[in-house]
């Protein structure tokens, strides 16, 4: 029965609800940095004091994926959705009636992070890993796209709204209308549980007991520390390419457009990612990612010029975007499924980690050297580890097949 479901028409109608659920959901992560300004200017705080709702945020949003995870693998993925949207809801009226920063970053940080935006990312990516086989990759890549999806369209309206009726209406708009399109999306799509398979005979030996020759938590911990460090390389033009823009005198809004550049092109990019992956396996398109973002960031060195920043911007969207939902197939690949929700969720929130910790790394080295270049050279620093852990798993994963062990083929 299950056979029957999987690739089939009602999972890509799914699918297609996920990637919906997923670009509304997804608002806080965007929106904590489009209406930020607005909030300093209000609250008469620093530029350090006014990146607290960011850090809030991202801290809630990394707890929040393991957290959301482990609730979809034992309830299934509708319940961290309704939750999910119930917090956004609740987190935009929070936010709008915050009487301090400290408080806004709260609302940000539990209610649009760690159990809002948190709840729509890593769970529904592995849900939609579970409902297909012949098109794993691509299924994957389309749930994963929803986030750049959400970082392409909602920050304009974000900033209409904030022009137009204020920053607090416009987070109780975000919240409402976040919470009364999610609900019935999740009711009406995601109501069923996942396929899984039949139990294994009493006394057979448990599949995914050593993935790749290794114990599951040494594995986890490797893909971790991949994610963190591709991600630490990938912040560098996607968090500072605003203020980059602005050093060489093109003004914010030229870098917000080459921003909104790069994350369209990541959206191309994950999608024909996905077909790569499909064909050639998670691990080869994680070492294929890895070297092209790597040849991306080399071309960041010497452009400066605004035509220049604009192609190399697009060149990094789509040379980048493989890599994170690469992650989401490697776990499904080595672990079983009903781990799906939590391995997933750990595996795209040290990616998180690596965003943050990225963006800042390369501010305090631009203040330290006056200069992105050398901040840029630390992202290529960063992205040889994670190539060179991408290489080191994809030649484990052979000897592992050759040697015999593999009772499950992992894609490599």
């Known amino acids: 029965m299950a056979d029957t479901i999987l690739d089939s028409r009602a999972a890509w109608l799914r699918l297609l609800a996920i990637v919906a659920i997923c670009a509304i959901g997804s608002v806080p992560l965007w929106s904590v940095v489009v209406i930020v300004p607005a909030v300093q200017a209000e609250f008469a705080t620093a530029r350090a004091g006014a990146a607290l709702p960011y850090t809030m945020t991202m801290v809630g949003f990394v707890v929040g994926g393991v957290l959301m995870g482990r609730l979809a693998d034992r309830f299934g993925v509708m ?10 809801g609740l987190g935009g009226m929070a936010a709008a009636l915050a009487p301090n920063l400290f408080l806004f970053g709260l609302a940000y940080g539990v209610l649009l992070g760690c159990f809002g935006a948190a709840a729509v990312f890593g769970p ?14 691509i299924a994957v890549a389309l749930a994963a796209s929803g986030n750049y999806l959400a970082g392409t369209v909602w ?36 109501r069923r549980r996942a396929p899984m398979p039949p139990p294994r005979p009493v006394g057979a030996a448990p599949l995914h007991a050593r993935p790749l020759g290794l114990s599951p938590n040494v594995l986890q911990g490797v893909i971790g520390a991949a994610g963190v460090a591709c991600c630490v390389a990938m912040a560098m033009p996607q968090v500072h390419i605003v203020a980059y823009c602005v050093d060489l005198g093109y003004g914010a809004q030229r870098g917000a457009e080459m921003l909104s550049v790069m994350l369209a ?16 396996g998670a691990l080869r398109t994680l070492v294929l990612g890895s070297a092209l973002q790597g040849l991306a960031l080399f071309l960041f060195l010497p452009a400066d010029g605004m035509v220049a920043l604009y192609a190399v911007s697009a060149v990094f969207g789509l040379f980048q975007g493989g ?5 989401a197939m490697i776990v499904r690949d080595n672990f079983p499924p009903e ?12 990616t998180l980690v690596g965003m943050a910790l990225g963006g800042w790394m390369a501010g305090a080295i631009f203040d330290a050297t006056g200069s992105y270049q050398a901040a840029m050279w630390n992202g290529i620093a960063w992205n040889l580890v994670n190539l060179s852990i991408a290489v ?3 030649m484990r994963a052979r000897r592992w097949m050759l040697s015999g062990d593999g009772a499950v083929p992992a894609r490599a």
């Open 392 to 394: 080191w798993l994809l």
């Open 339 to 350: 781990q799906a929700g939590t391995r997933v969720g750990i595996a795209l929130s040290s």
């Open 124 to 137: 529904l990516i592995a849900d939609a890993s579970l409902w297909f086989v012949r098109r794993r990759g």
């Open 155 to 190: 920050p304009p309206v974000l900033q209409w709204g904030v022009d137009t009726i204020g920053w607090r209406w416009t987070h109780l708009a975000m919240g409402a209308f976040c919470f009364a399109a999610m609900v019935p999306l999740a009711v009406l799509a995601l």
């Open 79 to 88: 319940v961290p959705v309704l939750i999910g949207a119930v917090s956004i």
């Open 323 to 327: 890599i994170v939902p690469s992650y």
């Open 265 to 280: 092109a990541g959206i191309v990019s994950r999608l024909v990612f996905g077909v790569v992956m499909d064909r050639i």
